[in-house]
Every structure is written in C-alpha cells, then in structure tokens.
C-alpha cells in the first residue's frame, strides 16, 4: 500500500510563473490536508479538502493560491504569479477520517518549491 | 493561527540521556498528537493521546497530557543518535473542519 505521493519532489520557478503541485493520497482515504514549511519552522496550514470539496481554507491567501481535490485524480495546490517569498517546502497529508476523530495523519515526502 | 507551542526550541544531549519536550496549547481539544520529522522528510505520526487521556506510552516515548493547564511532554528515554530529528505537537482546531495544527517544534540532537 503505497503511502502519500507528492510530485514534483522539487520545483524551480523564476516569479510570475506557475506552481502546480500534486498530491495523491493513501488508498482509501479521502480527507487532504497542505501545509506549508519555511526552513527551521513548523508546519503552517493552508488547506483541508475531502473529495470535491473545500472544506476548510483558513489558511490560504486570498490570492494567487488554489487548490482542488477532484472525484477522480490526485490534489493539487495551485500557485500563480510565483514571488519569491512562496519558496518553501509544501506538505500533503492525508487521512481516512475528518470531522471529530480525523487523528492520524499520513504525510508525504514534499515539494520544494524554489522561486528565482 | 498557531495552536501548539514547544519547549525547549532546540535540545542537545548524550546518546542514552532522556529527552523531554513541552508542549503548551490554548483551546480546548480532542486529541494531542506528536510527530517526528527527519532533516529534508515528511512528518511521521509517533503517538496520539486523547482529552480524557493523562498519560500514553510506546516503546521509548512516554507522553503526558495536562488538561487543566493546556500541556503535554514527550519524553524519549535512552535516546540514541537516530532520534536526532524535529518533533511536532500537534491539536485539532474546532473550527469549521477541525483542521490539525502544528507547533513550532523542537530540533533534538543526539551525540554518539
């Protein structure tokens, strides 16, 4: 059972140009989490998708930031016009549960996204 | 919003010493967790303790849950230079989706 799979592992763009990251989660689950990592820093949340929903973005910026979990395929966070303070590392997560008992999650490996 | 807060922010011991973490947190949750992450990874689920939980073990980790003052530790005993890694507390937010939140972290280092 192979466990969540990020791709690219690393992504460089030069700014204004596109960040398109992939996640797929473990088999079976339909709850997808992203966090965003600076270097020596934790985990910041940005989004929590179940299957063709949004559930809950709090933490995305109101621009230039997207994201999708469609019915079919893997989930993708979306960065337009790419600046230089969006290079971090972006972690997917996922889990079989939400709600009240979400509990475990499963992470993958992340993307780095580096901006020129 | 930043839910979990560690302390110490970095640890440096001897390879067998014990690690202990702290980790404080300010509403109300359903569960606490850790996790451990190693240089250039993704995070790795460790232990989960629940609110009516006050104390939880598994093989050299041994957590604590305070409710009443909005605390947990995690104590590694007998570390050894492959601990060495980031920990993350982390809590469910009950608002909206119940999202989990992580803290800032602490960066432990094992010497040989």
């Known amino acids: 059972n192979a466990g969540v799979m990020q791709n690219p592992r690393h992504l460089v763009r030069r700014r204004g140009q596109e960040a398109r990251l992939r996640c797929s989660p473990m088999k079976g689950h339909s709850h997808v989490y992203w966090y965003r990592q600076l270097p020596e820093e934790g985990l910041k949340f940005m989004v929590y998708l179940q299957k063709e929903n949004i559930i809950d973005e709090s933490g995305m910026p109101k621009e230039r930031f997207s994201a999708e979990f469609p019915k079919e395929g893997p989930s993708i966070l979306r960065i337009q016009q790419v600046v230089r303070g969006d290079s971090a590392a972006y972690f997917c997560a996922s889990s079989p549960r939400g709600g009240l008992d979400t509990g475990e999650l499963f992470f993958g490996e992340g993307s780095r996204l580096t901006v020129l | 919003s930043q839910q979990g807060e560690e302390d110490p922010q970095a640890l440096s011991i001897q390879e067998g010493e014990n690690a202990t973490m702290n980790c404080s947190y300010k509403?109300?949750?359903?569960?606490l967790q850790w996790y451990r992450q190693n240089s250039g990874r993704g995070l790795v689920h460790l232990i989960l303790i629940r609110s009516n939980e006050r104390e939880k073990h598994s093989g050299r980790l041994r957590v604590t849950l305070d409710t009443s003052k909005k605390s947990s530790s995690l104590l590694i005993t007998a570390s050894r230079a492959a601990d060495t890694a980031s920990y993350f507390c982390?809590?469910?937010?009950?608002?909206?989706?119940?999202?989990?939140?992580f803290g800032a972290g602490t960066r432990l280092f094992v010497k040989a």
């Open positions: 509403t109300s949750i359903n569960n």
């Open positions: 982390a809590t469910d937010e009950k608002t909206g989706g119940f999202k989990t939140i």
